[in-house]
């Protein structure tokens, strides 16, 4: 793999690291105000996304029970890094299944920090 491809793998892992921080200080919240659902911002590789994602806290938790997967709006996931594991009608969850993303993101991981 060139240093083009890696650098460009490394920076899809850090804007959807970004945006999976994002999504858990909306869980956060919506936890703190007892609600059951919310409205997570899609976690895909785009910086200039701005697309939503209605789930429940528990289908979130259920993402964020791997440190390498990802809730995003359908057909937004990154066929280079990832693959869809679960789809529905409002959310598709991806799993990194490029070694160097999945790093990264693992590492980036805050649950784990």
């Known amino acids: 793999m060139s240093s083009v491809e890696s ?8 804007t959807e690291a970004l ?9 956060e919240t919506a936890d703190r105000f007892e609600a059951t ?6 976690e895909c ?7 939503r994602v209605d789930a429940t806290l528990e289908e979130y938790e259920r993402v964020r029970d ?7 709006v359908p057909g937004h996931e990154d066929e280079r890094v990832e ?3 679960k789809h529905s009608d409002d959310h ?13 993101v693992l590492e980036l991981d805050p649950r784990t920090a």
Do not use: M, S
């Open 92 to 104: 598709a969850v991806v799993e990194k299944q490029h070694p160097v993303a999945r790093k990264l």
């Open 37 to 42: 659902e919310t409205n997570f911002v899609c």
């Open 45 to 51: 590789a785009d910086p200039n996304c701005t697309h």
């Open 66 to 72: 791997d440190g390498d997967t990802f809730l995003l």
């Open 7 to 14: 650098n460009e793998i490394e920076k899809i892992a850090r």
């Open 83 to 85: 693959a869809v594991i």
């Open 19 to 27: 945006f999976r921080e994002v999504t858990e200080r909306i869980a």
